[in-house]
Nanobody, 126 residues
Framework: QVQLVESGGGLVQAGGSLRLSCVGS????????MGWFRQAPGKEREFVAT????????DYADSVKGRFTISRDNTKNTVALQMNSLKPEDTTVYYC???????????????????WGQGTQVTVSS
């Protein structure tokens, strides 16, 4: 069974940091571009960050650029999201996602991703 499992969410004060991790199981994701999205209740899933299969290139939503960093370790089948200078408006559920195998370029649309984790809650208090 192919799975993506996120961890690292929690409660943090504004200005603080969290590091989200996502580990894949059931198959390797080393040939897949991967990404992070977030979704608030009643809203559409929002792009946060994406990274190519090799980790050489990444892209970010304007709202997180300069504060968040995506990275991956293909030897461990993991992707991470380092979140610094967190703001209350960053509060929501964060999802890890992977594109289909050999779709190596990054993508910013949720519909471009085939595999999804269950999500992890991030809460930033003011």
């Amino acid at each position: 069974q192919v799975q993506l499992v996120e961890s690292g969410g929690g409660l943090v004060q504004a200005g603080g940091s969290l590091r989200l991790s996502c580990v894949g199981s059931g198959r390797t994701f080393s040939n897949n571009a991967m990404g992070w999205f977030r979704q608030a209740p009643g809203k559409e899933r929002e792009f946060v960050a994406t990274i190519t299969w090799s980790g050489a290139r990444a892209d970010y939503a304007d709202s997180v650029k300069g504060r968040f960093t995506i990275s991956r370790d293909n030897t461990k089948n993991t992707v991470a999201l380092q979140m610094n200078s967190l703001k209350p408006e960053d509060t929501t559920v964060y999802y890890c996602a992977a594109r289909m195998e050999y779709y190596r370029n990054y993508a910013i649309r949720a519909t471009d991703y085939a595999y999804w984790g269950q999500g992890t809650q991030v809460t930033v208090s003011s």
